[in-house]
Each structure stands twice: as structure tokens, then as C-alpha cells.
């Protein structure tokens, strides 16, 4: 019998949500990355991993995936006032360790041998 965790109702607050750029699902606040424009002349689009950073931001979740979606449709220039090379994200993102399966019973139950009789 596998028994579900029960969805917590902590009412602790409620956790900000926000929007992802990229596949445009909402996520919760520190489920996603948010990305700053650059001051200066062309900005850049540059990861806030501190989610500190002066000026708009916007959020992306941290997965390739994501990225190329909101590459495609442009969606950086469009929340981050004009900025649009999203270089720096792109190596924030593949420079993070791969997500973490979550630690559940969740494999098969193999026999432990192969022999049979
Ligand atoms: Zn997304």
C-alpha cells in the first residue's frame, strides 16, 4: 500500500506566487529564478539568485526547458525592459546540478535474484 503524504494546509502565510516567463504556469516564489535587467545602455538579462536585485524582475523556473520557451517568444525583452540576451541564465541554468529525485519509495520492487525455482 503506498500512502499519499497529506497535502500540508499549512496556513503559515501564503507563499507569493509568480509566473513563469517561459511556460507561463505559476510556481511558487522560490520555485523559480528571478531574472533582472541589467542597467546600462543594452541590458542583459542576469539571474538574481539572491532575488534582491534593484529594478523589474521576472521569473523563469530553473529548467532548460523553460528557458527556450520564454527565448522563443521573447518574453525576456518583454518583462525586462528590452533586455533580451539571456546568456547568463542560460549558463546559470546548466551550470546547476540536475534536479534532485525526490527520495520516495518510489521504485519498482525487483526480486532480488534472477533465479527462478
Ligand atoms: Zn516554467
Redesign the pocket.
Known amino acids: 500500500m503506498v500512502e499519499h503524504p497529506v497535502a500540508e494546509r499549512s496556513s503559515r502565510g501564503q507563499q507569493p506566487v509568480r509566473t ?1 516567463i ?2 507561463r ?1 505559476h510556481g511558487a516564489r522560490n520555485e523559480l529564478i528571478r531574472l533582472v535587467a541589467s542597467g546600462g545602455g543594452s541590458p542583459v538579462v542576469l539571474v538574481d539568485e539572491r532575488r534582491r536585485m534593484a529594478g523589474r524582475g521576472a521569473w ?2 530553473p ?1 532548460g526547458n ?1 528557458l527556450m520557451l520564454a527565448i522563443k517568444r521573447r518574453a525576456f525583452a518583454r518583462a525586462l525592459a528590452g533586455a533580451s540576451d539571456a546568456a547568463a541564465v542560460e549558463r546559470y541554468i546548466e551550470g546547476m546540478p540536475p534536479a534532485e529525485a525526490p527520495a520516495t519509495a518510489d521504485q519498482p520492487s525487483k526480486p532480488e535474484s534472477g533465479s527462478e525455482n
Request: with cysteine; glycine share 12%.
Open positions: 513563469c517561459g511556460c504556469k523563469l523556473h529548467s523553460c
